[in-house]
């Protein structure tokens, strides 16, 4: 009878812990798995005594102190739970009204950048165009470039306006160069011939002193001489002791002879201008019979 009773407390201590171990597993989301196992073995245990009591009943005596030590053993298994209240739960109560709601939690870690979005085709209408702003400041110059290739020459211009008439000129004010001189008695000046009697010398261009005639005036000069000569001459016209024409004549029967010669000269103002021959054959005729003359004037004005 006592047994009885133990069975039938030990049932219902069974009953009412393994809600209770359930309600605490969930409450702190971390079950229990070695008080499972206990109660598993217990609940093991619990069959086997009730297999037990009815096999006892038809086997008598013999039995009982089987079932005393497997009562003693559930008792330790149950004891090893550590039961913190000792009676039942009661049904779960109704939902409670709803908290207030919690701080704001931390803000979280920066995200991942994402895909580029696709482009989409303009759907708007394109505006008027604006009015033009105001002119920006200039800026610096920038460095000078190389130089180009010349252009070809443009289109000729129209011709001018006719000029103012100048003022009629008169000849006998302008400059008349001229001159002629013939040998009498020369002096020797080198290879220089003399013709030392003036016959014309307008604006004194000649000298008789040294042969030489200077320009003055820019221009063309027309330069001539005739000589007389007893035996081989040649002679040149020099201008500043340079040969311009050179004239020879060949005489082996030492009778008097004429050389001569002449040349148109441009010269500018400075220049000089005179007849020389050649020390080998230079044999010039000074006598009454014939007269040596050279002469020059100018032909027209050139701008110097």
């Not at 000298?207 to 221009?219: A, I, L, N």
């Not at 000069?221 to 311009?244: H, M, P, W």
Request: one cysteine or more; a positive charge.
């Amino acid at each position: 009878m006592d047994l009885q009773l133990s069975l039938t407390q030990l049932t219902l201590t069974l009953a009412c812990r393994k809600p209770l171990l359930h309600f605490q597993d969930v409450m702190s989301g971390k079950p229990d798995h070695g008080m499972e196992s206990s109660l598993g073995r217990a609940h093991d245990a619990l069959a086997a005594v009730r297999t037990w009591q009815c096999t006892g009943h038809r086997k008598g005596s013999r039995m009982q102190p089987v079932l005393w030590l497997v009562t003693s053993a559930l008792a330790a298994v149950l004891g090893t739970a550590q039961l913190e209240e000792s009676a039942c739960l009661a049904p779960n109560g109704r939902e409670g009204f709803p908290g207030v709601p919690g701080l704001d939690g931390r803000p979280g870690q920066k995200g991942d950048v994402g895909e580029p979005g696709k482009s989409t085709p303009r759907t708007g209408i394109r505006g008027f165009k604006g009015d033009q702003g105001e002119p920006g400041i200039p800026g610096l110059p920038g460095k000078q470039g190389y130089q180009g290739p010349h252009g070809p020459p443009g289109i000729p211009g129209q011709p001018g306006p006719k000029g103012v008439q100048g003022k009629a000129a008169n000849i006998l004010e302008q400059p008349r160069p001229a001159f002629s001189a013939s040998r009498r008695s020369p002096p020797s000046v080198g290879r220089t011939v003399v013709f030392d009697n003036i016959i014309t010398n307008q604006e004194s261009s000649y000298s008789p002193q040294t042969g030489q005639f200077t320009c003055h005036v820019p221009g063309l000069y027309y330069f001539a001489f005739q000589v007389v000569s007893t035996g081989d001459l040649c002679l040149s016209i020099t201008k500043n002791r340079e040969n311009v024409v050179k004239f020879c004549d060949h005489n082996s029967r030492n009778i008097l002879q004429v050389n001569s010669g002449s040349s148109v000269l441009s010269l500018a103002k400075g220049d000089q201008v005179s007849v020389s021959t050649d020390s080998a054959r230079g044999s010039i005729y000074s006598g009454s019979e014939a007269d040596s003359v050279f002469s020059g004037f100018m032909l027209f004005p050139q701008k110097g």
